[in-house]
């Protein structure tokens, strides 16, 4: 299969997530960087461009105006990686679009509902991909899981206890650097701090993996660390359209807890816990309370989720695959639409509608919490 | 030290709590069982009397009865432990307190809040002592956070995340035997199941461990498993007086808990992390993000818990020993009360205060449940 | 059922070992300390009586006395307990043994073969009962693996990882209190110090886990600690009678580890792991690799391994539970023989055989380091 | 920096190994494939070289022909990747050496100690790099564990306990794919199958951490599933020239365990576990038995070590990241070579000369055995 050719917005120097995304394509080697506009900076931009072995004349100045460039070209990129702060994820998904190329965009979607609206919309009417990279769904274990639960294993679900705390923003007059910042500024994200950072993953994770579908929910919102504007800790209890219920927690000064998303679901047939501090691993427990460990790559594995793996079990594979993984459904369906073989099914990772579902979550639980922690409607 | 006499009150065939009490007494040695009324039922009375070598003459077939018996004999028994279901304990801790004898009652205390009122006023008045059995909070990792946080190392407490899921209760059609039967029966268990059951312990749990005071609460009481009529899943958002907040889960469908009491104390200095079942185990996090993990018997342990244990560290010691402690404190209260030198921090048991304040906790929880899960003081 | 009554050398102030039985024997209430010789000093002995509740008259002033007094009441006790060190084992056993009463003796057995093949003589020429109390072989969970394996269900086992590790004698110029100090004087101990405390523990957990026999073993025991005069590190390559092998390790020095003695089975059918200080659980892995976690209490627990509990799954039962159940099938043994009923398959504890084995492991063992670490047939 | 260019003997279809190197060193992007002899067979060679795009005249026949041809170009290749057989890593490095190119070879590096020395006298002598792939010890904490010890914060090592079991050639009649059988036959592996495959792992992540050198070792190799003509369990009991012991196992037919290589150092100031299926963390017990759980990316990892990271803590990095890291260290000295600045204290990866140990280890393993497991000097 020939490389497929792809661009980047964002990813400049000091960039954590640009580089994770590059490397995580790398692994698999299904798609080459040959584009970027990689910092609002000319000459960082350029930079970055000469570091990744970019051709000058496809290092881009601004997103709109690569947008229309590599529409252009009969060479141009088949796909976009959008990596800038949340608050321009939006104006940069929207030119891609509109140029008609596919788009992969880190979390949140964006920032508002309209938006988020407005990007479902135009990738559905444009027939274009749009990935959202909630990494952590990436992992085999938790595609296991969504198998396993999709086919009735666990039987009707009860309840999902599921939670993201972090410690890295416990310091009063700290701000975790470059990353913390803007994160906790309300001009650069949205209003919202942790809830958009990681209460966001929660409610991905539990849709993805359990298939739920959110009724109603109640959010308490705090501010907590002195000096913070925004929230650091939040708590949502959540019903799902089928009467099952939830609690989510995600905090970001629970020292001790470095990036420690866990989902619990408890069903009439038993129980699963997934960790992805220990993402090689589930723990699966039967009806009759038999606690099961199965590990990637172990036998008992769905047969689907395994195939994602790429080494033997007890050869941990970790972050970076879990979103080589996203990458390679991605890139498979681009490559499917390209020689006319792709189906819907064929979707295996995030779309743009599920990251509109996060946007929609964020803002049903800042009116929850505005409005004294009461019940709305999702 | 000469042995208490004691007597007790329910523990016939087929109870396991009081023949655990019983148990966990004679770890210690320091109290011996002379007396009883241990079932409604006279003959099963009499044969549990005789199984435990109990002299005839002090087998009662009523509560009422022993109590006034008791009370009169030179010999009398110097505390009574009460074990029957909850709805009897308030009758039956009040007969024996109007004797002026000292009372050990199981938890919950009581089924009203006016009972609880009741029954610390009595304690209090007739200047009796009052253990009330959360046994979870005798073992010497509970003591050491305790007296941690009380010395102020962990900083101002800025969240708490505490829960006990059980799952032998999952299963439809199926009441989990004798015990079951009762905690669903709203006859017997007072209108409250599960947050009587197993929210009282993380009540008390949190508020032994951190000393904060609950402030107001939202809970939201589920009753799931088709064929329950009261709460087996409960969720409690709690706010405390100097403004930390908390969420409290307890269920009885989660299937794989055995007995999965745990509280996760966040504050500004560190974290720590307790469970229930590693009870010989803390995990406590300092602020610049150090996982230490102590065990009983190591050094580290505060001095004052430290004390409590009866073996050397890697020989686990368990639930009765948990008991045993609380047993320890309140009977060195009674011998220290008895010849005149008993002052009022030598008590290092729950008293009926903690008691009645779970008692509260229970009916405002019943309260914001019933008005749709709004906010409600304590 | 009456209880026994019971008599007990060693045990004065300051033993802890002493001190451990009696909790654990009163866990049950299956049998009363009536007598004993708890020092060698008299006025230690009487006061540790007194504080026990013992009758003057039964304080004896050495253990020959006592066990010819004992023998000649009417209400003599059923049997005794020996909690003496080591170098006493043979001399006190001996003597109560030709007195006709039953012992219960504290591990290791005694010093020498000569000693070991004496009691087990004496033993079975009189037709007593005698425990060899290593505790460990008294879990729930160690009782599950045996019943498991007993019935062929790992298939024949391959090889055996076992070890004992613990941490508290690591430090130079320091003794670990009395408890260390005769464990590593050569006079006290009988000329073995780690392998007679740490290692027979694990010689007696391998055999009767999995009932194989050693034929021939391979030790290397060094002395490592500056100041060490014996034995502080033990390594020992075994190999059983039906082809088996295994590895044992033992060590006074490996800081971290309170008393951590575990069990590593591999057979042809899966595996099983099992850790002392996480005595309520056992893993089991099965022949396509599933690995499933099991509690005591657990449904899946052998039944015959299960009737020991005396809590719920979750509820921990730790050291003494493990030590009580010991007393609870020699004793249940005891009153088999006062009623007619008994026969030796009632037996589920460690006899005097098992003790003589340690005696005979320790002793090849120090043969094979002798010799500069060969082979030694056992 | 410029990307150098590499190529590869070894890695055509289905092999595992190939593929995996690609991949970790993908993540860096730090050197490209540019040419290969991927397969004995021309027709396999030549289109797993179009999958990966490799030109067709870098495509060579045989490893000799390739040596030649690219030491001739002006651009020819800065190194070589061998991941044949084991049997075949002698002749090819050999010649790559001899045409003057650097060289990385997985382990074991060779079959015979002749011919470890030649290669490391070659590249010696030659002044080429020379990387042995033993990928563990590339992991971050691994590398903290390194630097820690050799500051002397352990103190004196006392006892190493190390051990690599698996469980996948568990199964009489199986023989676990192409990978087992090739391990399993004594043509290919080199009259050594376990100690070969995961043995020299064990020895190259102790002398790698600790710095310790083996004086001495007593091997028992044993052939335990039916069917089996090599070792495929085996003990090794190792004293160090400082006088330090360890004791080394390795198994392929511990059910349950998947990859579990793990090593416990225990010193005078404290002890160490590291255990590679959970790489990205680190016990670490101090001298008063405090015991510290550190992740990579947490404060307190030797910043050397933590240097490596390319992820925040909590993100999972894997076995590809470990063996990127110690490409990343070999590449780094290529690029220091041909700029003139390298310096020996660079080399932070493991070289021909420890591969040469692990060879010599395993002929003293088997010298030691054959002669009914006696002390065998290294």
Redesign the interface.
Known sequence: MK?LNYGMVGGGPGS?IG??H??SI????MAQLVAGSFSRTWEKCRQTGADL?IAEDRCYANFEEMAKAEAARADGIDFVVVVTPNVSHYPVCKAFLEAGINVACDKPLCLTVEQADELCELADSKELLFLVTYTYMGHVTAKHIRQFIKEGKLGKI??V?A?YP???L???GEWGGKQGEWRCDPEQSGGVNCLGDLGTHVENAVSTLTGLKIKRL?A?M?V??PGRVLDD?D?V?VEFEDGA?G?Y?A?Q????????LSV?I???N??I?WK??E??KV?M???????????R????IEPKAAAYG????????????AMGNLYRSFITCINAKKDGTFTPDMIDYPTVHDGAEGIRFVHACLKSNEQ????VDM
């Open positions: 490389k954590f580089d994770a590059r490397r790398n692994i698999d080697s072995g009860r309840t206890m939670e972090q410690g890295w416990a310091y009063e109640l308490k705090d907590v660390v800790n708590v209890l219920t609690c927690w905090s000064f629970a020292i001790g807890h470095d990036n420690s619990r408890y069903g009439e038993g129980s816990i992805q501090e993402c090689e723990i427990i039967s009806r009759d309370g038999t606690i099961v460990e199965r590990h790559g172990n036998a008992g790429r080494l033997p079990s007890g050869h941990t594979e970790g972050w970076l695959e004294g922690n009461v019940w």
